[in-house]
């Protein structure tokens, strides 16, 4: 699965929690947290895969860097400029991430709470 196909499936899952019809649904509620879920765990591997990538790059451009003559301060400022896109991507799936997974703590404790007040009007 492509990371834009599991941030887009993300976004509808956290739509759907977000739902006032949903307040009181725990059924509704656990579908959704559990598809979110899934759905941040594969946003989490590409997540993976993009640092990664960036690592690797920041090191080779690095050594260009330092290999064509410049300094090492300099070498770093080029690298921080010049992959700037790619560190942003990263910032943002991992926020995307996070945010996701306390949607989907959030959505258990409403579970857990509705249950509970469900036994307790028996």
Not at 9 to 18: D, F, G, I, P, Q
Request: hydrophobic share 35%; charged share 25%.
């Amino acid at each position: 699965m492509l990371l834009s196909t599991a941030l887009k499936c993300m976004s509808e899952h956290r739509e759907a929690l977000l739902e006032i019809s949903s307040v009181s649904n725990p059924t509704y509620i656990s579908e959704h947290a559990h598809r979110l879920a899934q759905y941040i765990s594969v946003a989490e591997e590409k997540l993976a895969d993009l640092e990664s990538e960036l690592s690797i790059n920041e090191d080779n451009l690095f050594k260009q860097y330092i290999k064509s003559g410049k300094s090492i301060n300099a070498s770093k400022e080029s690298v921080k400029h010049e992959l700037t896109k790619e560190r942003s991507e990263v910032v943002k799936v991992t926020r995307l991430v996070s945010s996701g997974w306390k949607l989907v703590s959030e959505a258990q404790s409403r579970v857990k709470h509705l249950i509970a007040e469900a036994n307790n009007q028996i």
